[in-house]
Every structure is written in structure tokens, then in C-alpha cells.
């Protein structure tokens, strides 16, 4: 059996997990839009801005492989390595978050060019990807939280929910990258 590797502190916990979500997902929202000095911030690096892009579909696939063995993992009750590699999927998703807003400061948005039928299916991939990013953070904090304090039923009761998010999330910012990398400048 794992042992809880943190005190349980379910108000404190709620209370972090809740700014964290809140503080995050309010400068990604504001990132390049709302706050002029951000856009006067010189990109100091000699490679393409748009690799932060690539790098960042990169992740989301190293994300989503994660997710699987994860899941393959707890189902063959190889506990030690699910830990694991979850955290590493946590640590990636981290990378993730800083490289696309590294990639937002400095390459700002960019249009999809493609019309008809397609142009829909990227839009409807893109969108439920915003949401549920938007949405998952909260999700996966709480249920790390459960797993962290040995509180192996709520943990597995959350996750359910939260796995299948965060990896439609993971998969779609890899599909989304590739159906928009065409167009970047």
C-alpha cells in the first residue's frame, strides 16, 4: 500500500488549488490581449518563435503517452510506477504551460486558413480544447491531492473524470498544432 507523501488539508488544499486554477487561467486569458507591456517584451531567443509550438506539441504527445501508460499501469496495479509517471505527466504539463505562453507573448495568434468542411472540424477541436484546458486544471490538483493524501477511493473517483479530460486536452493540442502550424508565419 502507498503511503500519503503530504498531510491531509482538505480547506488549505482547496483553497490553493482554487488560486492556482484562478491565477493561471486568468493570464493565459489575458496574456497577449490585455496587458500592453507584454507585447513590447523582446524575444530574446535566434530560433523561430514558432518552435515554441512544435516543442509544445511535442509535450502534449509526450502528455497523452503518459496518460496511457498511467492508466495501463494502475490497471495492472503497478502503483509505484503510476505515481511516476503521472508525476512526470504533471511536470510536462508544467513545461507545456510556459513554453505556449512563451509562444503567446512573442507569436501572438495566429488564423486558420483552411475553408469549408475542415475549417469547422479544426474550430469545433479547437474550442472544446480552450474549455476543457481551461477547465482540467482544478481537476487534476484535486485529484493528485487525493492520491497524495492515500485517499485512494475519492482519487479514483475523481479520476474517472479527470483522466479522460486531460488526455481529449493532450490529444487535441497535438491535433490542433498540426492543423495550424501550416500557417504560421
Known sequence: MLEASIK???????????IFSVVIFVAVALLDKHIPAIQN????????????AFVNSIINSLVSVLL???LFA??????????????????L???????????????????YGNTGFIKYVYYFILVSHIILAAVIMPFVLYTTYRALTA????????????WPLWFYVSVTGVIVYWMIAPFYN
Open 8 to 18: 491531509k488539508n482538505d480547506k488549505l488544499a482547496g483553497r490553493v488549488i482554487i
Open 41 to 52: 517584451i523582446p524575444y530574446p531567443f535566434s530560433f523561430n518563435v514558432h518552435e515554441f
Open 68 to 70: 496511457l501508460i498511467g
Open 74 to 91: 494502475v490497471k495492472a496495479r503497478k502503483y509505484k510506477l503510476h505515481k511516476g509517471v503521472m508525476f512526470a505527466a504533471m511536470v
Open 93 to 111: 504539463s508544467l513545461l507545456f504551460l510556459l513554453s505556449y505562453v512563451c509562444h503567446h507573448i512573442w507569436a501572438g495568434d495566429t488564423h
Open 151 to 162: 485517499e485512494f477511493g475519492k482519487h479514483r473517483k475523481l479520476a474517472r473524470y479527470t
